[in-house]
């Protein structure tokens, strides 16, 4: 038998002739709700026989729960006062910190224009030692200043 003929009989996927017979699964059907719809009146009917009500919880409309507005206790009022303090002492640190990169962004300015100016009078010629390591120093000095830049002082 080829391919064509087994479509043409109903057996391929491509078949569109004769409706299948639906009969045994709408018997399923009415079964199956038959017994759900059964179960269900055996669950109320339980429920009345206990003395059980099936009701809807009160409705507390207007009511705030008394968690949400109490006053802060001694330990609550404790802990906002510690974390304010805590709070404060990390923006003085902060502040400190912010005069001390300041400070000393100034005087690495200063040391880089003097630094220019000898080098401008030196030439292209070699450099004295002095040069040498001032220059070590203010590559130090600008370190620690993009260090500091990066940290901040806060609490976790």
Request: charged share 25%; no cysteine.
């Amino acid at each position: 038998m080829t391919k064509l003929s087994k479509l043409a009989k109903g057996r391929g996927p491509g078949f569109i002739g004769r409706r299948p017979n639906l009969r045994p699964l709408r018997a399923a059907m009415v079964l199956g709700i038959a017994i759900l719809g059964m179960v269900f009146a055996l669950q109320m009917s339980a429920g009345s026989a206990s003395g059980q009500s099936v009701s809807a919880p009160p409705k507390l409309e207007g009511y705030i729960l008394p968690a949400a507005n109490r006053p802060p206790d001694a330990n609550d009022r404790m802990l906002m006062s510690d974390r304010r303090t805590r709070n404060q002492n990390f923006d003085k640190a902060n502040a400190e910190r912010m005069m001390k990169i300041s400070d000393e962004t100034a005087k690495l300015l200063i040391l880089t224009a003097d630094l220019k100016a000898r080098m401008d009078k030196i030439g292209r010629g070699p450099y004295p030692p002095e040069v040498a390591k001032e220059m070590q120093v203010i590559e130090i000095l600008a370190h620690d200043v993009q260090e500091k830049m990066k940290l901040t002082v806060g609490g976790s």
